[in-house]
C-alpha cells in the first residue's frame, strides 16, 4: 500500500538511499538538517502536524563518538530528547515512527552475537544518548527502532569501509582492527528491511539490522583486497587498545538479526553485501572503483 512517508536526516548517509529507495513505491518527503532542525521541538510538531505522514523515518544523528565525550550535550539533544519530540508528534497524527539505533549500546563484552533480548550497557556519552533515544522512540505506539553498526554505502562514500576501500585501490596501506568485531550493515539492505517490516505491519520494537555473520576490521578490510582484485594490498593488523580514542568502542559489536529473519526479512551475508558495493562503485567509475 501506497503510504505517505516523512524522511528526516535525508542528507546523510542512510536518509539519502532511504529518500531514493523509497520512492519508487511510497509518496516521500525528504528534509535534510539545513530544511529542519530536529532539536527544535515547535517545527517538528508544525511539520509533523502539517503533513499527517503515515509513517516517519528519523535518520538523523549525532554521529561523533568521541566529540560527544567533550560535547555530551548535543549528543543528547540530537540523538535522545529530538526522538523524544519525534515520538510524541508521530503518535499524535497515529504514524508509524522508524528510528535507527546503534550497537554501541552493547559494552562489547560478549562472545556471542548480541540479541535484542541482551540487556544494553552502554560506556560513553554518545553510547548513552543513543539507548536514551531507544527509550524514548517507544512513546511512540507504533514504533521500530533498527539497531545498525558499520554502516556503509550510498552515494556519499564516507564510511570506513570507503577509505579502506580508497587506500586498496590507491596501493596505500589499511589499517584496521584485528579484534574489533563487527557485523556490518549495507544501507542498502537496512532501507529493505525497513520497507519490509512496514509492509508487513511487524510487531512494534527493537530489531538488530544488519547483515548476516561477523568479522573483524582485518577480515572486511581483507574481503574488500580480494573483491577489488588486490589480494597483496598491506593491511596492518592494528589492536583496539593501541589506539587512544576518547570514547570506548564495544570490542565484540556482533549483532544477531535472527529476530528480523522471523519477520521473513533475511538479510544477506555481509560479504554478498561488500561484493555488490565494490561492483556499483566499480560500474558508477565506468569500470574502475
Known sequence: MRQLVLVLGAGGQLGDATTSQLADRHEVVGRSRRDLDVTDPEAVAGLIGTLCPDVVINCSAYTNVDGAESDPVSAIMVNALAVRTLARAAGDVDATLVHYSTDFVFDGEATLPYTEADPPNPRGAYAISKLAGE??????????VLRVESLFGGPQARSSVDRMLNAILAGTEVRAFCDRV????????????TAGLLDRSSPPGVYHCVNTGYGTWVDVARELARLAGRPDAPIAEVPVAAVKLLAPRPQFAALSNAKLADQGIVMPPWQDALARYVRARAEAHGGGS
Open 135 to 144: 527509550m524514548f522512540a517507544a512513546d511512540c505506539p507504533r514504533h521500530y
Open 182 to 193: 563487527v557485523s556490518p550493515s549495507f544501507v542498502e539492505d537496512v532501507v529493505e528491511a
